[in-house]
């Protein structure tokens, strides 16, 4: 009986330790569980987007896009500070930066694969997604795929026309030169929000689509070239 509570004293003591390190140590990778990291694992599991204004503003702070998705990796989230209702959460995450504690918001709209991060201003309360310009793709879920073409035969035709070889050529235009059209985007359309994509290619042109988010998942529709 002695041997068993001491052994069972050895595995309680290892196991705390064990929690300490992966809490410590591991943050989001280790303990997933936590409130702060399923939402940090939320965002890392969209598209992150930058509009053009909040692109000026970083380049300013000297904030570099690892640097930025780095805040969802180490950062702390002030949920008291945040709009968690409604069908737009705004995140406000602070992390130590250059010896200074900065803030950024991310914004997820409901059922929308984009996140949109910002450089705080006014209140958060009253965050509205970005509707003019463009916003740059900075980072993509950690997936082998996330690209679904839908299966028509005019879109098909229009693969063919593009040279579009399947899912792998869009998914390395998004990831290369990738763009949200804000203006043509519905980020509050029902049932599903629509994000318009546009891909500018080396040879000079432009292809861009209607897409949504269909089980982890970005689904384009059609393709058109400018």
């Not at 970083?58 to 209702?85: C, N, T």
Request: one cysteine or more.
């Amino acid at each position: 009986m002695k041997n068993f509570w001491r052994r069972l004293r050895l595995y309680g003591f290892g196991f705390g330790i064990g929690l300490i390190m992966v809490f410590f140590f591991f943050r989001n990778r280790g303990c997933a569980w936590l409130p702060e990291n399923r939402v940090k694992n939320t965002f890392l599991g969209k598209v992150l987007v930058i509009s053009e204004t909040n692109q000026r503003i970083f380049d300013e702070h000297h904030l570099s896009d690892s640097l930025i998705v780095s805040f969802l990796d180490d950062g702390s989230i002030a949920f008291g500070s945040s709009k968690k209702q409604g069908k737009l959460k705004v995140y406000k995450i602070e992390k130590e930066v250059n010896g200074k504690n900065t803030e950024l918001w991310f914004s997820m709209p409901e059922d929308a694969f984009i996140a949109e991060v910002v450089w705080p201003k006014g209140s958060i309360q009253k965050f509205k997604s970005t509707t003019e310009g463009f916003g740059r793709m900075i980072h993509f879920p950690n997936v082998k795929s996330f690209v679904y073409l839908k299966e028509n035969d005019e879109l098909k035709k229009q693969m063919a026309e593009f040279g579009i070889k399947g899912e792998e050529t869009i998914q390395f235009l998004m990831k290369k030169s990738g763009l949200i059209d804000f203006s043509k985007s519905k980020l509050t359309a029902e049932p599903v929000p629509e994000q318009f994509v546009v891909l500018p290619r080396e040879k000079g042109d432009t292809l861009s689509a209607r897409t949504t988010w269909f089980k982890e998942h970005i689904e384009f529709y059609e393709l058109e070239r400018n």
